[in-house]
């Protein structure tokens, strides 16, 4: 029993990251149609820059790791903002070109990350508190768990509340659903493509500095490996669903988790093979809403 | 001049005219300081031309499905991965003793070519349910499978993180050792014109036709009455076999294959590749990884120099990463030279240029349906 509670509760962290990189591509795509393969780059350049906060700071202090969490989100929300505006803009409807920059632009990233940190992960240190086990019901849970779990959810409020309750969430879910009618209504859609991936930035800036921490380092790799994971999330979800990511997040992090103990390590597969059965059955995911 | 001659045999004349010229380069004594790291008869420059070509071969299989079928796979680089590692367990546990050891090794190859059709055939059954960016993801999620798979040293087969060395007992004689530079890099011209050739067969097929229609419009196709899915499976598991025998010879290049062609990243350095030559292209790849290829090579050995040491940091450290050159490189393609190089004499040649990259085609498509 208490090991399927650790399962379960490290499963649901995991999911926190998944969820954190996941929500900003779903949105992005789904109000754009862009695949956004730079999105790891915004959660590593965060986890660095949050990083290199912290440090000089004070280490290992809560209010370091605020400011980090702050400065993380902030850089990823300015870099991804930036990337829309000097690189996606100028290939406005050309999705395909879309993407290309964005993988241009992962290539480059990472390449300059490695030349500037190295290529060699870099340990990170986080409160205490963060590194110990709490126990419930008999399950020595590690308490950063429960952190990523509280930020995701106060992420995942955050972004409904901003969707249903302001004028450019509005036009935002209105430009998911039909954004040809949002532009013939005289509406400018392009300060919203850079808003959401302004948002989507900042939650992967965040999730970075939280995967420094549950993972104990930052490398140049770290937004990648998380990406792919990511990419799975959104396609099971269902393209452009936040409520879709939400749910496959946690879903995905938890069959890895559960397959990596009793399975024998084999949670990466068992979570394709997932995506796999999900394509088979129901190809638009989840909660996609077209084919 | 052009007048006496017809197009098409002007440009048989012509193909065939390089590769007789590249077939007795390694006979010849040319030096190009600053591309080729010695003369051309030398292992060095050998091999990393043998390097580019396998590379080339690859890339045409690619612009099979990205330039021919507008299919945007990320996870190319999984049969590439399949022929390399497949070739080596397959030398490594297939030795019947009634085979002559030449035709064992033959049979190897064929054997690792038909793994690599039968994975495409299974992978490209699962992800071709979707398209456009669904199947972008799909295609990296299976990669990414693959990568974890050779990680993990199933059975201690692959060798995990060190990668797999080829077994040389295995081998015929005239293929190992540095002096038999020269039959491998034979061997990749070889393998890179039979690519070239399957490629050029197929997209003047009957298949070939039927995806690059669907690739424009493939509601027209399906109004017609032809199903895209079949036609498409075998266009994906025809590149995922072509890849395969690139990795077989990989294999054989190197002595041993790392990881590393299994990953995700891989797959991307290949999508620069073609769209740097120019998509839709079959030269293009082709140049694409010549150009990248002989590029990555001087910049890592740029990057090494004491003239990138003695620059200041804020120089020093992006002109050192290779990748990071080439990655703004590919951006700055995609921005302003959206024909990739082999777009840039069609230009000229075409003012009005009739289409743009194709494979976009797919995603509006999906979107207007």
């Given at each position: 029993m208490s090991t399927v509670v650790l399962l379960l509760i490290t499963g649901l962290g995991?999911?926190?990251?998944?969820?954190?990189?996941?929500?900003?591509?779903?949105?992005?795509?789904?109000?754009?149609?862009?695949?956004?393969?730079?999105?790891?780059?915004?959660?590593?350049?965060?986890?660095?820059?949050?990083?290199?906060?912290?440090?000089?700071?004070?280490?290992?202090?809560?209010?370091?790791?605020?400011?980090?969490?702050?400065?993380?989100?902030?850089?990823?929300?300015?870099?991804?903002a930036a990337t829309e505006f000097f690189l996606i803009r100028r290939l406005y409807n050309r999705h395909i070109e879309q993407v290309l920059v964005t993988v241009g632009l992962a290539l480059a990233s990472v390449a300059l990350f490695e030349g500037i940190w190295g290529t060699d992960p870099t340990y990170v240190t986080s409160p205490s508190w963060l590194?110990?086990?709490?126990?419930?019901?008999?399950?020595?849970?590690?308490?950063?768990?429960?952190?990523?779990?509280?930020?995701?959810?106060?992420?995942?409020?955050?972004?409904?509340l901003f969707l249903k309750f302001t004028r450019y969430g509005l036009i935002i879910r209105a430009g998911v659903e039909n954004r040809l009618m949002v532009t013939a209504l005289g509406i400018d859609v392009r300060r919203a493509f850079?808003?959401?991936?302004?948002?989507?930035?900042a939650a992967a800036g965040l999730g970075g500095v939280l995967a420094s921490i549950y993972y104990g380092y930052v490398s140049a790799h770290i937004g990648g490996s998380l990406l792919i994971f990511a990419f799975i999330v959104t396609v099971i979800g269902g393209l452009g669903s936040l409520a879709g990511a939400a749910i496959a997040s946690v879903l995905v992090a938890v069959l890895q988790q559960f397959a990596n103990f009793y399975l024998g390590g084999t949670g990466d597969?068992?979570?394709?093979?997932?995506l796999a059965a999900v394509l088979l059955l129901r190809p638009r995911g989840l909660l996609g809403a077209k084919a | 001049m052009r007048s006496l001659w017809s197009r098409p045999v002007a440009k048989i004349t012509a193909g065939a005219a390089l590769v007789l010229f590249m077939a007795l380069l390694p006979l010849l004594n040319i030096t190009i300081p600053g591309i080729f790291p010695g003369a051309t008869y030398t292992p060095g420059t050998l091999q990393l031309l043998a390097y580019a070509m396998l590379i080339a071969a690859l890339a045409l299989s690619y612009h099979l499905l990205f330039g021919l079928a507008g299919m945007l796979s990320f996870g190319h680089a999984l049969f590439f991965a399949a022929g390399a590692y497949g070739l080596g367990i397959v030398l490594r546990n297939f030795s019947p003793t009634w085979m002559p050891a030449d035709v064992t090794f033959i049979v190897a190859i064929l054997?690792?070519?038909?793994?690599?059709?039968?994975l495409a055939a299974l992978v490209g059954s699962v992800s071709l349910r979707v398209t456009g960016i669904s199947f972008a993801m799909v295609t990296l999620a299976f990669a990414q499978a693959g990568s974890v798979v050779v990680r993990r040293n199933p059975g201690g087969q692959t060798g995990g993180e060190e990668g797999l060395t080829l077994d040389v007992s295995q081998v015929p004689d005239s293929l190992v050792g540095v002096l038999n530079t020269r039959n491998l890099y034979w061997l990749a011209l070889a393998v890179l014109v039979t690519v070239y050739l399957v490629v050029l067969w197929v997209e003047k097929s009957r298949a070939g036709h039927v995806v690059a229609a669907?690739?424009?419009?493939?509601?027209?196709?399906?109004?017609?009455g032809i199903r895209p899915y079949f036609v498409r499976l075998l266009i994906f598991s025809i590149a995922g076999a072509l890849a395969a025998l690139a990795g077989a010879a990989f294999l054989l290049l190197q002595s041993g294959v790392s990881p590393r062609v299994a990953t995700?990243?891989?797959?991307?350095?290949?999508?620069?590749?073609?769209?740097?030559?120019?998509?839709?292209?079959?030269?293009?790849?082709?140049?694409?990884?010549?150009?990248?290829?002989?590029?990555?090579?001087?910049?890592t050995a740029l990057a090494g120099s004491e003239f990138i040491a003695g620059l200041p940091d804020v120089l020093r450290i992006p002109l050192s990463q290779p990748l990071f050159i080439l990655g703004t490189l590919f951006i700055l393609v995609v921005l302003f030279l959206p024909g990739g190089l082999a777009g840039l004499t069609r230009r000229s040649a075409w003012p009005h240029r009739p289409k743009r990259g194709s494979g976009e085609r797919m995603l509006e498509t999906e979107e207007t349906i």
């Open positions: 995991l999911g926190a990251l998944y969820f954190l990189v996941a929500s900003g591509l779903s949105l992005i795509y789904g109000l754009m149609g862009v695949l956004n393969f730079a999105h790891g780059s915004f959660l590593t350049i965060g986890a660095f820059i949050g990083w290199e906060v912290a440090r000089r700071l004070s280490d290992g202090s809560w209010w370091a790791l605020a400011a980090a969490m702050i400065t993380g989100a902030l850089v990823g929300a300015l870099v991804a590194g110990q086990t709490t126990e419930i019901l008999g399950a020595r849970i590690p308490n950063n768990r429960f952190m990523l779990i509280v930020v995701a959810v106060l992420v995942l409020v955050a972004i409904v850079t808003l959401v991936f302004a948002i989507g930035g597969l068992a979570v394709v093979l997932a | 054997i690792t070519v038909l793994i690599g059709f039968v669907t690739r424009e419009n493939e509601l027209r196709v399906r109004v017609i995700p990243d891989f797959t991307l350095t290949l999508l620069v590749i073609v769209v740097l030559g120019g998509v839709g292209l079959r030269w293009g790849a082709v140049l694409g990884a010549i150009v990248y290829t002989l590029l990555d090579q001087r910049l």
